[in-house]
């Protein structure tokens, strides 16, 4: 699987380029714009082609997911710490039925001994990050891990085979995408690297 992460900023003609994505075959878009608020982030939905709303996956506001058709929620890890030791309480008011429910990790370790089940994890940084200067990669070997695992970080055309072989089940991209001329081309390559590397 790719997971695409908006980028934290609004950038220009942002909304025709997802929709353009989306086109290409973007089945998961996690919406993660901590700047926004809950009526910046329906403002932003609503631009967005409702039949793609179903590949949407939200990291804030949680309760999005009661008035749109989205594919899921993301829990950032410190959501996760406060929340996730008593989640019949967190999730009481949330219409989950079918959806997907996933977080953020930056530690195996911590990812391992989780114990509840996500639907997948992502985990970062496998590989030094594009979007975030210093951010150094720490190149996760996770074949001993029996979950879902994205891996996160530096991904680009030339490090997914080498992230696949280090266990992870699809990949995470951010930088690899929105921070090129063209972010549609870009995620055409990613993705045809990436189903042929699935292959091996």
Not at 7 to 14: A, F, G, H, K, L
Not at 148 to 159: A, F, K, P, Q, R
């Amino acid at each position: 699987m790719i997971i695409l992460i908006a980028p934290e900023n609004d950038i220009s003609n942002e909304i025709e380029i997802l929709n353009q994505l989306f086109e290409e075959g973007l089945m998961f878009y996690h919406l993660r714009k901590p700047a926004k608020n809950y009526q910046e982030h329906v403002a932003y939905l609503n631009k967005i082609d409702k039949e793609y709303h179903n590949r949407i996956v939200v990291h804030y506001h949680h309760e999005l997911i009661n008035e749109f058709n989205l594919k899921g929620i993301h829990f950032q890890e410190q959501k996760r710490i406060d929340h996730i030791d008593n989640p019949g309480q967190y999730f009481k008011n949330l219409d989950m039925y079918g959806k997907t429910i996933s977080s953020s990790f930056h530690e195996p370790e911590v990812l391992e001994a989780c114990y509840f089940e996500f639907d997948y994890h992502l985990l970062s940084p496998v590989f030094s990050s594009i979007s975030k200067q210093g951010y150094q990669g720490r190149g996760f070997n996770v074949n001993s891990i029996h979950k879902t695992i994205i891996g996160m970080g530096g991904i680009d055309t030339e490090t997914i085979e080498e992230t696949l072989q280090l266990g992870f089940k699809g990949i995470g991209v951010l930088g690899g995408v929105w921070n090129t001329e063209n972010p549609v081309e870009s995620f055409k390559r990613i993705k045809k690297q990436f189903e042929k590397s699935s292959l091996k």
